[in-house]
């Protein structure tokens, strides 16, 4: 069960002025669930994203990039369930441009206005006839209070659907954030993808668009990790509908950190509700390092703490076995590690140091900290000042029972 | 259950001159089960080792390395499981030279002609008193035909027990070679340890011994893994007794290859048996990356496929779903990998070219070879013509058991 985190109730997911939502039961795989949304955005839209890394990516990113760089306004994005469209070669992206074709046409925009989304099973054809059978129901029930709707239509094996609001003030104008995601790792383990969707109303230029959803993905998005697999689908995007009446935001404006900061809670928020929804996730692990050289090397710490099976095994089991820490960080790849200097604690707890365990340390108190359902691992490398934070779940039965029976 | 492995027969594992092994029953962690190992080498032998590059290594990897490097021959291998002895800081170093300096007096011999080795829980302090209570007992069954009681005497939660030999001929004289090894992954579950010894009669220059085992150690002990954790106690030990009777063989020997070869040929064989019973194994998975450029970026690609998670669950459900090897390949960081001209096998089966599922390819023919116990995965880079070959085991629902229980 998902670790601290419930359907957020419908009213609370704000609406966001020019931007409306449509969904519909396309049948892409399974009878009777929500499995295609549409975003329309108004006119004068400003729309970033980030994509995965992963050289496989699906051809929807491919387009996404396509469309982005080129000189058309976003006016809308397609999203289906059920199908990856990756792994499929010319025919994948033959079949996501006739996608955003049908869905262009049907809203009297450009083609390359549209950005399309897919999330499933990769190596499979993508039906484009059935996402463009079901998209006039889609169109036809577009509306500006569909956000939870919309947050239910992306889910694939999620348990919970993922969605935040945040009301700030820019310069006397009252701004509204809305976000939504999807997954349940970085590898959503039947479905291969983690998106996520954060709209505001803000009047803000492009590039300061642009610098924002690099600020925060590197704060919410590439913190966390379930099982270290990186999708072929990852996609991030924000959309600013510049309707909220405030002077326009750049990156030298006052309120330039205001609105980055918001959008960036709102990123993490639904960053951390992939994790606490992991698969089979029964533990929500912050893993902290502190008192690194530099950024880098605290990312490869937290890293081989959070993928590492041994340790969020033992998280499941609430064994304090910590000593799997300690060879975590000793595998991580950190340069001249001084092992003696290093400390290492759980929760407020200094479990080891000196190259050993900590005089005071008791077993009682590892299984205290670990019994409960968010943890904290803090290492001080004590090096350096630089520190990073990582979000994981534990690795329980259910993360093999869902990953091996995924297609059933 | 071990894949395709079981313990081999007492007289399977054939004796080698100069090289006597003793046992004991030293109650380290639990009682009725041999858990202390010595093994006494003849007057000039020749000893060489790798150990892990984990830097939270274990106090006796520290004392190893260091009696290796000294002047003192080595004569005698001590190793006791229930305790790993890492994380142990200064009072572990402490304990370990007290048990090689108990075996020194015991055996006549200089402290620094003893190597310590230890395998079980991390962060746990050793009892050195009750290694030092069990060596007479071990001293005195040491015998050449102990091989099969040393290899069940290093088990932790192996299931089976590891061990091989070969005869060869060298320069007109027969040679023996037997090793043995434990471990249920690169880190060991419970234990945390991958430990191997390898002896031969063979006379051989000590620079021979130290080039052999590093060509050795990279096709086998370096080519495996279970779960992707690189052990605080991993150690390789090769021993030469020179008793054979044949020319020394140096690095410019003819018969340097043939030695090499036989030496490498036991290696792998231990390596592949600690991957067969690696933890809740239910398959033995071969992964070979043709057509690299280098070997660097194969090895690159076969750990993305060898540790990803997802894949590994999928070859326990034998579930051909097989996107998520395509996934693996595009976020190994191969640079400009072109995945247009790749190729990915199943066994001998074709499922994916030109950036998608091959033409050809039917979902029954990826189940066929996914039901076998051992299976091929082969990806064709089509880029150069380096390679590499891995050897890792499916992800099943008793790797979480035994790491969750691991302590009980």
Redesign the interface.
Known sequence: MPVNLNTPAASSLLPINGVTLGFAEAHIRKANRKDLLVILLAEGSHVSGVFT?????AAPVLLCKTHLAGDQPIRALLVNTGC?N???????LYRAKLTTEALAIALNIHPQQVLPFSTG????TLPADKVIAGLPAAIANLKQDNWLNAAEAIMTTDIVAKGTSRRIVLGGKSVTITGVSKGSGM?H?NM?TMLGYIATDAVISSSALDSIIRFAVNKSFNCITV??????NDSLIMIASNQAGNDEVTENSAEFTVLRDALTDVAIELAQAIVRDGEGATKFMTVTIEGGRDEAECRKVAYAIA????IK??F??S?P????I??????AG?ER?D??ALKLYLGDVLV?E????ALAYEEAQGVAVMQQPEILVRVDLARGNASCTVWTCD???D???I?????S
Not at 321 to 324: A, F, V, Y
Not at 326 to 331: K, S, T
Not at 354 to 357: F, M
């Open positions: 890394q992963n050289q496989f990516c990856a990756a792994g499929t070669g010319d025919d994948g099973v990769i190596l499979e590898i383990p291969a099982d270290g697999d990186t999708s072929t993928h590492s099976p041994l095994t033992a499941f089991a064994d076995n910590l000593g799997r300690l060879a975590a960080i000793g595998y950190v590690l092992i003696n080891a000196k190259g050993g365990r690795f329980s039965y993360y093999v029972r990953n091996a029976d995924y297609r």
